[in-house]
């Protein structure tokens, strides 16, 4: 069974930073690509970033420059550093793990940029 778990959201103040976890389990992540979305309050789930099975990295351009996605294969894990944060970045964040054997979600972890 796979099992896609967010951590390391919370409060920070406008210009701080956050680090999300994506640990995953049933499922070895350096074998697919891993993506975060995220879903603010009234507004459709939008992509964040994305990490390929090769380590090449793709970002939103509203986050571009701000936030790093990154992959420990030893943890099983997906990170999303998250610097310069901006009350526009204020939603639930989401890992996503695409496969052929179907669509993995985590259960969200939430996100409020706020003073």
């Known amino acids: 069974q796979v099992q896609l778990v967010e951590t390391g959201g919370g409060l920070v103040q406008p210009g701080g930073s956050l680090r999300l976890s994506c640990a995953a389990s049933g499922i070895i992540l350096r074998d697919y690509a891993m993506l975060w979305y995220r879903q603010a309050p009234g507004k459709q789930r939008e992509w964040v970033a994305t990490i390929s099975s090769g380590g090449t990295t793709y970002y939103a351009d509203s986050v571009k420059g701000r936030f790093t996605i990154s992959r420990d294969n030893a943890k099983n894990t997906m990170y999303l550093q998250m610097n310069s944060l901006s009350p526009e970045d204020t939603a639930v964040y989401y890992c996503?793990?695409?496969?052929?054997?179907?669509?993995?979600w985590g259960q969200g972890t939430q996100v409020t940029v706020s003073s």
């Open positions: 996503h793990c695409p496969t052929g054997a179907g669509n993995y």
